[in-house]
């Protein structure tokens, strides 16, 4: 049975599900996306005396494990995202306008589909500190006619669409 949590990763509302058998439970967030949170007690105080830039790197790990298909990570201690941290904390601007259009791609049936987007929700897609960080990705994507803006949301160029679909057909 699912309950409302706060997520430990963004402190947003969340939902939390205690598994069978084992150790702590499963978070489902709409920014982190989902992760198992297996020894909260360790993880937690740990994780509470790290800056906030470097717990915001975790969260776009979560996220990005999520929305790659990959399996949710198993949070124990944050001491052992270290090399993640560091890894997330040097994303380049082409890693993050990167995961944008596979995102939207991901989001995106077909050619022309439309994708809403929430920079305070969808901020660790693009590996950013906050909302301003995704902004700036958002624009450098339409600067760069990868996307456009819509009235109902945000669709890939021909030549979005193209990057899309070989980042997609990558995984």
């Known amino acids: ?26 978070i489902k967030c709409d920014a982190c ?10 993880f937690e105080s740990s994780y509470a005396t790290l800056p906030r830039e470097k717990r915001t790197m975790i969260s776009c790990y979560t996220r990005d494990c999520f929305e790659h298909r990959r399996e949710p990570p198993q949070l124990e201690d944050a001491g052992y995202l270290t090399g993640i941290i560091t890894e ?9 306008l990167k995961n ?8 995106s049936a077909q050619s022309g589909d439309r994708v809403f987007l929430e920079a305070r929700k969808d901020y660790p897609v693009t590996y950013s500190l906050g909302p301003e960080g995704f902004a700036e990705i958002l624009n450098n994507a339409i600067e760069q006619r990868l996307i456009k803006s819509t009235e109902t949301g945000f669709e890939l160029t021909e030549q979005g669409w193209k990057l899309g679909t070989e980042l997609f057909e990558k995984e």
């Open 33 to 42: 996306g989902e992760y198992f949170l297996a020894s909260p007690e360790i």
């Open 88 to 96: 997330y904390e040097h994303k380049t601007i082409d890693d993050k």
């Open 1 to 26: 049975m699912n309950e409302q949590a706060i997520c430990v990763l963004c402190e947003k509302f969340a939902e939390k599900a205690h598994i069978p058998d084992k150790v702590g439970y499963f």
């Open 100 to 107: 944008l259009i596979f995102y939207i791609r991901k989001k």
